[in-house]
């Protein structure tokens, strides 16, 4: 049976449910429950606080685990990434006192203040930098250069605004840019069931990514056509019942589906329908 930590609270847990439960499985409807079994699945759910998950993962206590690609790092546990699941998107940045540091590399010799502690020493061994040290601190970490504990803050940051509110603005290159990830222990053979997991996940993505669009299209127009629809390996066409038209059907990205359908219409196809994806393998 396979062992699957999900978040029990936060940002990732109700994404994280909603994309199990499109994946088929079964997921809680009490908050209360920590364990859930889905027999007919062959898998087996514990709620964990979202730092712990990593760690769970990486002692082998759950084969894989839900986890923001920040908290994974941060754990320094033998957990690692196994698949990106496109949601709880974040990116995380230096910051300090307004127009006095430009550079990453500045942040040599300074003390730097974060909720992240391992995450930002990795990213600063990995360039060679030396801070004079680095503190962490619980929460909102926006009033540890006002208050003297540290020179440089490294944090979430979104629009900047609250960095902003309190006097500070970013600088350098992004620490990480971060999202949810399934993450699976690194040195040992991947689990029983992990390929189904992954495969069912996959296709929550893609059809949350994808539509599948529909349309009519006269014979000498079809090639014209399917160049703008090329799908992902290639559109079905097929005959209709005047046999100078043929019906296209081909995966769109969701995101262009309007430019998409004013595209086609241009080229001269008509009855263009578009519906979305439930589910899919691909």
């Known amino acids: 049976m396979l062992r699957i930590a ?9 994404p994280a449910v909603s994309m199990l439960r499109e994946a088929g499985y079964r997921q809680r409807r009490d908050a209360r429950e920590l364990v859930l079994p889905d027999p007919d699945n062959d898998v087996e759910f514990f709620f964990l606080r979202p730092r712990d998950v990593a760690v769970y993962v990486g002692a082998g206590t759950v084969d894989v685990g839900v986890t923001g690609r920040d908290l994974l790092i941060d754990s320094g546990s033998a957990a690692v990434e196994h698949l990106p699941l496109g949601f709880a998107r974040s990116t995380f940045r230096f910051a300090t006192t307004a127009g006095t540091l430009t550079d990453s590399r500045q942040v040599a010799g300074q003390r730097v203040a974060t909720s992240y502690p391992e995450l930002v020493a990795v990213h600063l061994r990995e360039r060679g930098i030396e801070p004079a040290g680095i503190v962490r601190l619980d929460g909102a ?30 600088f350098g290159e992004p620490i990480l840019r971060s999202e949810a990830v399934l993450a699976r222990r690194s040195d040992v053979d991947e689990p029983a069931g992990l390929d189904v997991l992954t495969r069912r996940l996959q296709g929550v993505l893609t059809a949350r990514e994808y539509v599948l669009m529909d349309y009519d299209v006269p014979l000498h127009l079809v090639d014209d056509a399917v160049a703008i629809t090329p799908g992902l390996e290639s559109p079905t066409v097929s005959p209709l019942h005047n046999g100078e038209w043929a019906a296209v059907r081909a995966m769109v990205r969701r995101d262009q589906t309007n430019r998409v359908m004013d595209d086609l219409y241009d080229v001269g196809a008509r009855a263009i329908l578009v519906t979305s994806i439930h589910a899919c393998r691909i």
Do not use: F, Q, W, Y
Request: aromatic fraction near 0%; proline fraction near 3%; hydrophobic fraction near 45%.
């Open 6 to 14: 999900v978040p029990n609270k936060g940002s990732l847990s109700e």
């Open 141 to 170: 970490v926006e009033s540890a250069i006002r208050l003297g504990v540290a020179d440089v803050i490294a944090d979430v940051v979104e629009t900047g605004t609250t960095l902003r509110a309190a006097g500070l603005e970013v």
